[in-house]
Nanobody, 126 residues
Framework: QVQLVESGGGLVQAGGSLRLSCAAS????????MGWFRQAPGKEREFVAAISWSGDSTYYADSVKGRFTISRDNAKNTVYLQMNSLKPEDTAVYYC???????????????????WGQGTQVTVSS
């Protein structure tokens, strides 16, 4: 019902920056809570960042606080993840998500995420 397409991944040296984008379609974007997860090889997907439909509230995993910034442009139906001071441990496939509940994205509430993108690879070299 909601289609999410990520872009902007790639290879970057430690200390560098990348900006991921996620374009959404299929519903009114301004009504969607949005976020990012990531999955490293051999590990489960983990929460990275989330933003409310209004953009007034943002949340971050402790591991990325102060380095990553989530934002959205409702006129362009797009959510962004600016990643600075990248570390090798940030290497993962990054997934854009949307959900009716912000609490579900930040994992305060259990249950499945409503929609997932296909993922974009981020590789940080040491």
């Amino acid at each position: 019902q909601v289609q999410l397409v990520e872009s902007g991944g790639g290879l970057v040296q430690a200390g560098g920056s990348l900006r991921l984008s996620c374009a959404a379609s299929g519903r009114t974007f301004s009504s969607l809570n949005m976020g990012w997860f990531r999955q490293a090889p051999g590990k489960e997907r983990e929460f990275v960042a989330a933003i409310s439909w209004s953009g007034d509230s943002t949340y971050y995993a402790d591991s990325v606080k102060g380095r990553f910034t989530i934002s959205r442009d409702n006129a362009k139906n797009t959510v962004y993840l600016q990643m600075n001071s990248l570390k090798p441990e940030d290497t993962a496939v990054y997934y854009c998500v949307e959900d009716r509940s912000l609490r579900t994205i930040v994992r305060i509430s259990g249950g499945p995420i409503d929609s997932w993108g296909q993922g974009t690879q981020v590789t940080v070299s040491s």
